[in-house]
């Protein structure tokens, strides 16, 4: 009975909603944990503390979802460069922080991506996610929300699943030759992605690549990943311009992910006959 009383607020709130046109802003805060391992252990907690600080420029992000009943783009939030963070390898330096655009009219689902100096415009699957819906609720703000479960393959290509890892495997890193194998079982592992959507925005949408729930997205469980929303604007003042990107060269997700591999594994061969070297001449 609470279902179907849901699914008939779900009904009414679009017939109101599609009668005006409409805009909204979403805030998301993206934390990423990662496990220290075997390595950690060897850390003093100082150091712990210091490696901890330099990467949470990159396990901790803010991204802005601008979007309407018919399209949206997310994208992540500019910050200002912290005097002094530059020093040093910086996690994630060489990918730049992308825009996701969806249309659910024409099916075009876009994401641009600069990596490593270079331009790509990704065209992702406008196949609608396999949720299954679930009877548990919570609240997240003003906003009861609505629990959904997605079991998928975990094909992401970035750098922290490269040192997430190594650092399993400890201070040394795997040699170049056993790499392409065991990355390939692991890009094919299967992730369970948990949402909370609320039927108070009756929108299909939500951060990221996640969209396809009779509500609003709000917080995300994928992995060590969390995406939570901080914030809703709906009809804000300035209107954002929602559009399809166009700067890149069109690759498939598919193609990208081995130019992202090949390059990774270029640069942890590079990394390693570095730090080789340093050893070798070292006192």
């Known amino acids: 009975m609470k279902t179907t009383l849901w699914y008939t607020f779900l009904f009414v709130s679009t017939i109101i909603w599609s009668q005006h046109s409409f805009q909204g802003r979403a805030s998301y805060q993206s934390k990423t944990s ?44 500019q910050k200002l460069e912290i005097p002094g963070s530059g020093r040093g390898f910086r996690f994630g330096a060489f990918i730049g922080g992308g825009r996701k655009y969806k249309n659910f009219t024409s099916g075009v689902f876009l994401e641009s991506i600069e ?16 949720w ?16 959904a479960t997605l079991v998928k393959q975990d094909d992401r290509m970035d750098w922290s699943r490269i040192r997430g890892r ?9 040699s170049s030759s056993s790499i392409p194998a ?11 992605v948990t949402a909370w959507y609320t039927p108070r925005i009756p929108v299909s ?3 990221g690549e996640y969209w396809g729930l009779p509500g609003l997205i709000l917080e995300i469980n994928e992995g060590n990943t969390t995406i939570l929303c901080s914030e809703i604007v709906m009809n804000p003042e300035k209107r954002a311009e929602i559009k399809a990107p166009t700067r890149g060269d069109e690759v498939s997700r598919e193609e990208y992910n081995r130019i992202v591999k090949k390059k990774m594994k270029e640069m942890q061969e590079m990394f390693q006959r570095r730090r080789r070297n340093n050893r070798g001449g070292g006192r």
């Open 34 to 77: 990662m496990d220290l391992g075997e390595w950690g252990k060897k850390m003093s907690e100082e150091r712990k503390k210091r490696v901890k600080e330099r990467m949470a420029s990159f396990l901790e992000k803010s991204y802005t979802l601008h979007f309407t009943e018919k399209e949206s783009v997310y994208a992540e939030d």
């Open 115 to 130: 990596f490593y100096g270079k331009n790509f415009l990704v065209e992702n699957s406008a196949d609608k996610p396999k």
């Open 132 to 147: 299954q819906l679930e009877n548990e609720t919570k609240q997240i703000g003003k906003y009861t929300c609505f629990k």
């Open 166 to 174: 190594n650092q399993r495997k400890g201070k040394e890193e795997p």
């Open 182 to 192: 065991k990355n390939n079982k692991e890009q094919k592992d299967e992730v369970v």
């Open 205 to 207: 949408n939500g951060p």
